[in-house]
Nanobody, 118 residues
Framework: QVHLVESGGGLVQAGGSLRLSCKHS????????MGWYRQAPGKQRDLVAG???????NYADSVKGRFTVSRDNARSTVYLQMNSLKPEDTAVYYC????????????WGQGTQVTVSS
């Protein structure tokens, strides 16, 4: 069982920065990617940024050049550095761990609220 705990959300003015952290624990064997998703009220949950076990990253077009995903394996933590924040970035941000292969499964954290004021 994989356990994910997010932190770092909050209220920030447009143009500001936040760094989200996702501390993971438990059976990480087979987890081949981790990522950050977000969900605004009344909208679906969408991928923001992902990082594979090999270190490859991918980003939603709307955050390219502003957000950076990284991982610190020694600290069992994945980060999302968010710069130049916009009001449309306001959402609940969720950490995800994806287990591939025959036992494919997605694990989720509880979410952390990010609010960007204009």
């Amino acid at each position: 069982q994989v356990h994910l705990v997010e932190s770092g959300g909050g209220l920030v003015q447009a143009g500001g920065s936040l760094r989200l952290s996702c501390k993971h624990s438990g059976g990480m064997f087979g987890i081949n990617a981790m990522g950050w998703y977000r969900q605004a009220p009344g909208k679906q949950r969408d991928l923001v940024a992902g990082i594979t076990s090999g270190g490859s990253t991918n980003y939603a077009d709307s955050v390219k050049g502003r957000f950076t995903v990284s991982r610190d394996n020694a600290r069992s933590t994945v980060y999302l550095q968010m710069n130049s924040l916009k009001p449309e970035d306001t959402a609940v941000y969720y950490c995800n761990a994806h287990r591939g292969g025959p036992y494919e499964y997605d694990y989720w954290g509880q979410g952390t609220q990010v609010t960007v004021s204009s």
